[in-house]
């Protein structure tokens, strides 16, 4: 009974925020960092901390959903830093598969999203890395959902510096010069070298779990990215969080150092 009582209330509360954010602004591209897994396993008395990995997998699916009811244009998710790298191998492993099978899962067919694997693919056992490549070649050309940029082997210092060398590169290719280059050098070259082929500018990242830092995460992007903190671990964020966090944008004067 009191289940039911809750699920009404969740329901009629859920209304009222989607009534608040009518007419009201909302982000285009949003970062979400999702937090707490691990911890939310051991809170839940479960020992095997891939269970967590689990079930953070499974809400990728209904996060995307909401993200496609609130017509957000892009999302980047994400999964795996470069430090998570790190990590022991009988941790990593089965961790990165299930990365890859939440992959697999937004490309099967009838999902609507165009995917694409942003960070250091050649970190990961190679064997992984075509898995992921596989997955989102099959989504490249759908229309209509939300663009979703997997942040897999990422970290934002990585990203700045492979974004230079990258812009180099193409310049010394075309038989440029380097010094006249690095006189014309601007932060365009840079955001048109980042990982992803969508915008590069964040307007919201948002991260779960209590803890309250970017950890290497979009740092070109989000220099004037508003940021949302919720307590909740990724595995019980609900819609009702999501709804928050797009109502808590909505009320902010984005000044862009104004």
């Known amino acids: 009974m009191r289940a039911k009582v809750r699920a009404a209330l969740d329901a009629l509360y859920m209304k009222r925020l989607v009534r608040e954010l009518e007419g009201r602004p909302r982000p285009q591209h949003i970062g979400i960092m999702l937090d707490g897994n691990r911890r939310w396993a051991r809170m839940s008395g479960i020992n095997d901390p891939r269970e967590g990995y689990r079930a953070g997998g499974a809400k990728v699916l209904d996060f995307l959903r909401w993200c496609d009811s609130a017509e957000i244009e892009h999302v980047t998710l994400y999964m795996l830093s470069d430090d998570n790298l790190h990590r022991p191998e009988e941790e990593l492993t089965p961790l990165i598969d299930i990365i890859s099978e939440v992959v697999e899962r937004l490309a099967a067919p009838g999902n609507p999203w165009p995917v694409e694997v942003v960070g250091a693919l050649d970190l990961l056992p190679a064997e992984s890395a075509a898995r992921l490549k596989t997955a989102t070649a099959a989504t490249q050309g759908r229309q209509g959902g939300t663009k979703v ?22 310049h010394s290719a075309r038989g440029g010069d380097i010094d006249e280059f690095i006189e014309t050098f601007t932060m365009e070259h840079i955001s048109k070298h980042l990982y992803s082929k969508a915008r590069s500018e964040s307007d919201l990242i948002i991260r779960t779990s209590g803890e309250q830092r970017l950890s290497g995460f979009l740092l070109w992007q989000s220099a004037y990215a508003e940021m949302y903190f919720c307590e909740t671990y990724w595995p019980d964020f609900r819609e009702i969080d999501f709804l928050r966090a797009l109502r808590s944008y909505s009320l902010r004067e984005r000044r862009y150092g104004r």
């Open 149 to 170: 940029d997997v942040a897999v082997g990422y970290g934002g210092r990585r990203e700045i510096v492979d974004a230079v060398r990258s812009a180099l590169t193409e």
